[in-house]
């Protein structure tokens, strides 16, 4: 009797002893902080596993997160007093943002949380590849590079983040030099700092920081980033299942003037990234074929190109695919040659709704291209354009190319035979296979270009001067100015179906005048017709001449009078110098 009363005793020490861990387990979980991660050994989710989406809280969200008071919290906007107004003109000319702004708000200030509710709920493997998130910078403000740290220090899951690898591309302001190794200190060999000896541009700095990194993923931020609540996990999941895929958070906007974080797209559609025939990097709406593959909305989507600054990628395979071409300078384009190599030799691009990163667009580029720019002939960024279609478009989509972007032809794009050896050694497929698959939705919104019959300046046979777009956008007055031959805003095409343009831009005309109109989306042809004997513009839906008002230098449509030189035009090649 006692006996069998002791096993029971037994029996029931041993159940609660079995039960009382797991018990703890089920409740300490919910108080699971994201710096504070079980480690791999525990975790209940396997290797490869796809994520979930799942009833309660995902594994990975913060529960509680303290809510802090002070100028900025939340993302919101802050505003300095009348009397800093000086400082503010001052830093925003200096940096292209208001840096004492920035300076007033915590580095460790809260941001709004802009995913889709969905996101939440997502359980991803908690085994996700360790990651070096790289940040490249040449005379960034102080408090926005390190807020830059901060964020990714205070938001990522310790367990992943390897380190935070900034990389100074020669900067020369004062306390980005001695100051900042001493900051870093607090970070405890997590925050590593490492720097050019020369200034080598953004696209060889951030190529040489993927050498550099330790992680088995990198992530590029540039130096103004803000990432939001769990960044990290939704970008790895895709490439720990497969290391071909890169992924690229969503980019939400953090105002240069207030420092306000606010959600790019303010309802649940998605976009994604395209370009023009000038590749322009443009955004568009996710067709429905591409949402139709996702079971939730708020699931990664594939997409033909990104933004460039921020994305992830597994480091072997960047490496593998040469990293970026080191032929591109500076600024610009290596987007697409990084988009169109991983798309066109096997790998794919996703977009990743539940991953915000807030980034600060600047007012204007605060830097210069310095020396590598002066050695060039001609514009470097469409130097770099030129590059990367030379290696990775065929021949007829070429062609749209040099339509958009006419004096691109007679730059010097140095060699790209290494680039094109790279794309027959992985096997790459062609430009077409791109367009069919992947970027199906580019040629709805930039249809085929037909030629064009004319490009240069436009002169007037009755004053030396050129139409012109004073830089202006639209829409907006087209002006006659002194020839400068440099092209640019006096770099006027007419192509074979009537359209006159500026770039990308449309020149049309009203009861006000002759215009720089936004091209209708989808539209290549227009109203204009040129007579190469009598030398005038016919619009032909107002079946008038555009004509220059001898005194007032006013530009309109006039009665044709083929007789009269200031209805007389004539297009003059120019060549880039
Ligand atoms: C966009 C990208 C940027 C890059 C660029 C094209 C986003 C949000 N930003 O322009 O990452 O892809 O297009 O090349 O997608 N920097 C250097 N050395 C330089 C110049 C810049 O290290 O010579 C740093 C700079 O401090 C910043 C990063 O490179 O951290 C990107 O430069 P940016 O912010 O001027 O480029 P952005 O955002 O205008
Ligand atoms: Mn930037």
Same mark, same amino acid.
């Given at each position: 009797?006692?006996?069998?009363?002791?096993?029971?005793?037994?029996?029931?020490?041993?159940?609660?002893?079995?039960?009382?861990?797991?018990?703890?387990?089920?409740?300490?979980?919910?108080?699971?902080?994201?710096?504070?991660?079980?480690?791999?050994?525990?975790?209940?989710?396997?290797?490869?596993?796809?994520?979930?989406?799942?009833?309660?809280?995902?594994?990975?969200?913060?529960?509680?997160?303290?809510?802090?008071?002070?100028?900025?919290?939340?993302?919101?906007?802050?505003?300095?007093?009348?009397?800093?107004?000086?400082?503010?003109?001052?830093?925003?000319?200096?940096?292209?943002?208001?840096?004492?702004?920035?300076?007033?708000?915590?580095?460790?200030?809260?941001? %709004? /949380?802009?995913?889709?509710?969905?996101? +939440?709920? @997502?359980?991803? !493997? #908690?085994?996700? &590849?360790?990651?070096?998130?790289?940040?490249?910078?040449?005379?960034?403000?102080?408090?926005?590079?390190?807020?830059?740290?901060?964020?990714?220090?205070?938001?990522?899951?310790?367990?992943?983040?390897?380190?935070?690898?900034?990389?100074?591309?020669?900067?020369?302001?004062?306390?980005?030099?001695?100051?900042?190794?001493?900051?870093?200190?607090?970070?405890?060999?997590?925050?590593?700092?490492?720097?050019?000896?020369?200034?080598?541009?953004?696209?060889?700095?951030?190529?040489?920081?993927?050498?550099?990194?330790?992680?088995?993923?990198?992530?590029? %931020? /540039?130096?103004?980033?803000?990432?939001? +609540?769990? @960044?990290?996990? !939704? #970008?790895?999941? &895709?490439?720990?299942?497969?290391?071909?895929?890169?992924?690229?958070?969503?980019?939400?906007?953090?105002?240069?003037?207030?420092?306000?974080?606010?959600?790019?797209?303010?309802?649940?559609?998605?976009?994604?990234?395209?370009?023009?025939?000038?590749?322009?990097?443009?955004?568009?709406?996710?067709?429905?074929?591409?949402?139709?593959?996702?079971?939730?909305?708020?699931?990664?989507?594939?997409?033909?190109?990104?933004?460039?600054?921020?994305?992830?990628?597994?480091?072997?395979?960047?490496?593998?695919?040469?990293?970026?071409?080191?032929?591109?300078?500076?600024?610009?384009?290596?987007?697409?040659?990084?988009?169109?190599?991983?798309?066109?030799?096997?790998?794919?691009?996703?977009?990743?709704?539940?991953?915000?990163?807030?980034?600060?667009?600047?007012?204007?580029?605060?830097?210069?291209?310095?020396?590598?720019?002066?050695?060039?002939?001609?514009?470097?960024?469409?130097?770099?354009?030129?590059?990367?279609?030379?290696?990775?478009?065929?021949?007829?989509?070429?062609?749209?190319?040099?339509?958009?972007?006419?004096?691109?032809?007679?730059?010097?794009?140095?060699?790209?035979?290494?680039?094109?050896?790279?794309?027959?050694?992985?096997?790459?497929?062609?430009?077409?296979?791109?367009?069919?698959?992947?970027?199906?939705?580019?040629?709805?919104?930039?249809?085929?270009?037909?030629?064009?019959?004319?490009?240069?300046?436009?002169?007037?046979?009755?004053?030396?001067?050129?139409?012109?777009?004073?830089?202006?956008?639209?829409?907006?007055?087209?002006?006659?100015?002194?020839?400068?031959?440099?092209?640019?805003?006096?770099?006027?095409?007419?192509?074979?179906?009537?359209?006159?343009?500026?770039?990308?831009?449309?020149?049309?005309?009203?009861?006000?005048?002759?215009?720089?109109?936004?091209?209708?989306?989808?539209?290549?042809?227009?109203?204009?017709?040129?007579?190469?004997?009598?030398?005038?513009?016919?619009?032909?839906?107002?079946?008038?001449?555009?004509?220059?008002?001898?005194?007032?230098?006013?530009?309109?449509?006039?009665?044709?009078?083929?007789?009269?030189?200031?209805?007389?035009?004539?297009?003059?090649?120019?060549?880039?110098?």
């Amino acid at each position: 009797m006692i006996l069998a009363r002791k096993t029971r005793y037994i029996r029931i020490a041993v159940v609660l002893f079995i039960l009382l861990p797991i018990l703890y387990l089920l409740t300490t979980k919910s108080r699971t902080v994201l710096n504070d991660l079980p480690s791999a050994a525990h975790a209940r989710i396997s290797h490869r596993e796809t994520p979930k989406l799942v009833d309660g809280l995902g594994n990975l969200e913060v529960q509680n997160e303290s809510v802090r008071a002070g100028p900025g919290e939340e993302g919101q906007p802050h505003h300095l007093r009348q009397e800093q107004q000086n400082d503010a003109d001052q830093s925003e000319s200096e940096y292209g943002m208001n840096v004492a702004c920035s300076d007033e708000i915590s580095l460790d200030r809260s941001v %709004l /949380d802009t995913r889709l509710p969905e996101c +939440k709920h @997502w359980d991803y !493997p #908690l085994n996700l &590849p360790t990651t070096s998130v790289i940040i490249v910078f040449h005379n960034e403000g102080w408090s926005v590079l390190l807020r830059t740290v901060h964020s990714v220090i205070n938001r990522s899951p310790k367990s992943m983040l390897k380190e935070i690898l900034l990389v100074d591309d020669f900067s020369d302001k004062e306390n980005l030099k001695g100051e900042l190794e001493t900051y870093i200190e607090r970070f405890n060999g997590k925050v590593r700092l490492i720097r050019n000896v020369q200034r080598e541009g953004l696209i060889r700095t951030r190529s040489r920081g993927a050498k550099e990194a330790t992680g088995e993923v990198i992530v590029f %931020l /540039d130096a103004h980033c803000e990432v939001n +609540k769990n @960044w990290l996990p !939704p #970008l790895l999941a &895709p490439i720990y299942r497969d290391s071909k895929t890169m992924t690229v958070p969503v980019i939400d906007g953090i105002d240069h003037k207030t420092f306000e974080y606010r959600p790019v797209y303010g309802d649940d559609r998605h976009f994604r990234g395209i370009f023009e025939w000038g590749m322009l990097y443009k955004e568009n709406e996710v067709p429905q074929r591409e949402l139709n593959r996702r079971k939730h909305n708020s699931e990664p989507y594939k997409s033909p190109t990104h933004a460039g600054g921020l994305f992830a990628i597994n480091r072997q395979y960047f490496l593998d695919l040469g990293a970026y071409d080191a032929g591109l300078l500076v600024w610009g384009g290596e987007n697409f040659e990084l988009s169109f190599k991983i798309w066109q030799c096997g790998g794919s691009i996703e977009w990743v709704p539940c991953s915000r990163v807030g980034h600060v667009y600047r007012s204007f580029m605060p830097y210069n291209f310095g020396k590598l720019a002066q050695k060039k002939k001609g514009p470097l960024i469409t130097i770099n354009y030129k590059r990367v279609i030379e290696t990775w478009f065929d021949d007829k989509y070429k062609e749209y190319f040099y339509t958009r972007e006419p004096l691109a032809r007679f730059l010097d794009m140095g060699d790209i035979s290494d680039q094109l050896k790279l794309k027959n050694k992985l096997q790459c497929k062609s430009f077409q296979w791109y367009m069919d698959n992947v970027a199906y939705d580019v040629l709805d919104k930039y249809p085929e270009l037909p030629p064009n019959l004319h490009f240069g300046e436009l002169r007037s046979a009755a004053v030396v001067k050129c139409l012109d777009t004073l830089g202006h956008a639209p829409p907006s007055l087209m002006a006659i100015q002194h020839c400068h031959g440099f092209g640019n805003n006096q770099l006027i095409r007419l192509n074979a179906k009537g359209q006159l343009g500026v770039g990308e831009r449309c020149i049309e005309a009203d009861s006000q005048g002759i215009k720089l109109a936004f091209c209708r989306m989808g539209t290549i042809d227009g109203p204009w017709q040129y007579d190469e004997s009598t030398h005038t513009l016919l619009h032909r839906v107002h079946k008038k001449c555009m004509a220059l008002h001898p005194q007032t230098s006013h530009l309109s449509l006039m009665p044709c009078d083929i007789n009269n030189t200031y209805q007389q035009w004539h297009f003059k090649e120019i060549h880039p110098r």
